[in-house]
């Protein structure tokens, strides 16, 4: 039972490449976030899921694309990345909707650079 | 709108001293609020969440919702308990989700 895996751990990149980001849970659970996390500014929501098919912005979406074609797969796309983009990402989930305050679990996080 | 503070950036105390992270939260319903703690370099996990009024590795948080604060205490810190703690207010699922609003995180640094 891995939990939240996220891939790749560490990234590089130059400014206009593109990139995709894993997020891959065994967990079975509906609810799957992406977060970004700067210093200074805690965890600001990207986009979310609420189940497969779904996706939806959240607070940060602007330069980010989403993907949920699998329950447990959550991808999160980069077309042009820009330095402004540096900044490390995580994903997070949560157990069904009968209890909208149970706790998000994260995965290790992903820290991109992009020069 | 909904916000959650976190005033102090970091927090320096010595070994066995008493500890207090500030949260104070903006949000007109009634407030589910957590803590969770990001020790180096690794994911975030929950500390505790207020619902549960549990304590967790000697930590205790309790709500004033006439100050709208959750605290995070700890009446002996030790120097494991260096990390960085967030605060966090969850919204219901028909609202974004149920995301989680989180601070700007307190680091904690306990000195031997």
């Known amino acids: 039972n891995a939990g939240v895996t996220q891939t790749p751990k560490f990234r590089v990149l130059k400014t206009g490449q593109s990139m995709t980001l894993l997020c891959a849970q065994d967990?079975?659970?509906?609810?799957m976030y992406w977060y970004r996390q700067d210093p200074g500014m805690g965890l600001r929501l990207i986009h979310y899921?609420?189940?497969?098919?779904?996706?939806a912005k959240g607070e940060v979406p602007d330069g980010y694309n989403v993907s949920r074609l699998k329950k447990q797969n959550f991808l999160l796309g980069l077309e042009s990345a820009a330095p402004s983009q540096t900044s490390v990402y995580f994903c997070?989930?949560?157990?069904?909707?009968?209890?909208?305050?149970?706790?998000?679990?994260f995965g290790n996080g992903t820290r991109l650079t992009v020069t | 709108a909904q916000r959650v503070t976190q005033p102090e950036k970091l927090l320096s105390v010595f070994k066995g001293a008493p500890v207090e992270l500030k949260c104070n939260y903006s949000?007109?319903?009634?407030?589910?609020l957590f803590w969770y703690v990001q020790y180096s370099r690794q994911r975030l996990q929950l500390l505790l969440r207020?619902?549960s009024r549990e304590s967790i590795k000697g930590f205790t948080a309790d709500l004033n919702k006439g100050e709208t604060s959750f605290h995070l205490k700890k009446p002996f810190a030790q120097e494991e308990d260096s990390a960085m703690y967030y605060c966090?207010?969850?919204?219901?699922?028909?609202?974004?989700?149920?995301?989680?609003?989180f601070g700007q995180g307190t680091e904690l640094s306990v000195k031997p």
């Open positions: 207020h619902i």
């Open positions: 949000y007109s319903g009634s407030p589910e």
């Open positions: 899921s609420v189940g497969e098919g779904t996706t």
């Open positions: 997070a989930t949560k157990q069904d909707s009968s209890s909208y305050n149970s706790p998000l679990h």
């Open positions: 967990m079975n659970h509906e609810y």
């Open positions: 966090a207010l969850c919204l219901p699922l028909y609202n974004q989700g149920g995301k989680l609003i």
